[in-house]
């Protein structure tokens, strides 16, 4: 299995700031990503995180509004930039290790005022 | 692309009784079918993917090609199965990064 730390677990932030959330996982994976759940819906892939490279932005979101970085195999984080009340919601690291299975972060829970 | 439905987003049963989470997809090759299951204050985490063929915690799901479903089946549901049910699919020979969840079903067991 694959343990992930994800920090913060949760904030409260001002409007037109930037956060900046942290995945460890303590083992190597093949593959991480950042998702979004916003109330009351289910999850929504942000991005796959490219170690030395740059991320894999989905339909809808750009790398402006949410920089990532994985500068080795086991790390990872998401910024949330210029922030507004809709950008609201639970954000989620997420890896795929060597036996295929998929594991989650216990989230992050943002709240933009 | 690739669509995963489940229609309900609550279920209420009672202790005992059977309890069905149904889910439906749309996509056009041949993908990869996942129960993940959330219990309250937890993480996301794998209940059944549809290769394994295992039964966990009681559970089943049986994927049915024809009407293009993975419905999730328990016959005598528990308290502690009260918790958020999410479908998903992963696209085959795709990459996780297509992975598609469903919006999701609320169960709720009572006794």
């Known amino acids: 299995s694959a343990v992930i730390s994800q920090k913060p677990s949760r904030d409260i932030c001002q409007r037109g700031t930037s956060l900046t959330i942290q995945c460890q996982v303590d083992?190597?994976?093949?593959?991480m990503f950042w998702y979004r759940q916003q109330p009351g819906q289910s999850l929504t892939l942000i991005a796959t995180a490219n170690q030395g490279s740059e991320a894999t932005y989905e339909s809808g979101f750009v790398i402006d509004k949410f920089p990532i970085s994985r500068p080795n195999l086991t790390f990872s984080t998401l910024t949330v930039s210029n922030m507004s009340p809709e950008d609201s919601s639970i954000y989620l690291c997420?890896?795929?290790?060597?036996?295929?299975?998929?594991?989650f972060g216990a989230g992050t829970r943002l709240s933009v005022l | 692309a690739q669509r995963v439905t489940q229609p309900e987003k609550l279920l209420s049963v009672f202790k005992g009784a059977p309890v069905e989470l149904k889910c439906n997809y749309s996509y056009s090759g041949s993908p990869e079918l996942f129960w993940y299951v959330q219990y309250s204050r937890q993480r996301l985490q794998l209940l059944l993917r549809h290769i394994s063929r295992e039964s966990i915690k009681g559970f089943t799901a049986d994927l049915n090609k024809g009407e293009t479903s993975f419905h999730l089946k328990k016959p005598f549901a528990q308290e502690e199965d009260s918790a958020m049910y999410y479908c998903?699919?992963?696209?085959?020979?795709?990459?996780?990064?297509?992975?598609?969840f469903g919006a999701g079903t609320q169960v709720v067991v009572t006794p």
């Open positions: 998903a699919l992963r696209p085959l020979p795709d990459s996780w990064g297509k992975f598609q």
């Open positions: 083992s190597q994976v093949t593959m």
């Open positions: 997420s890896v795929v290790t060597v036996l295929d299975i998929q594991y």
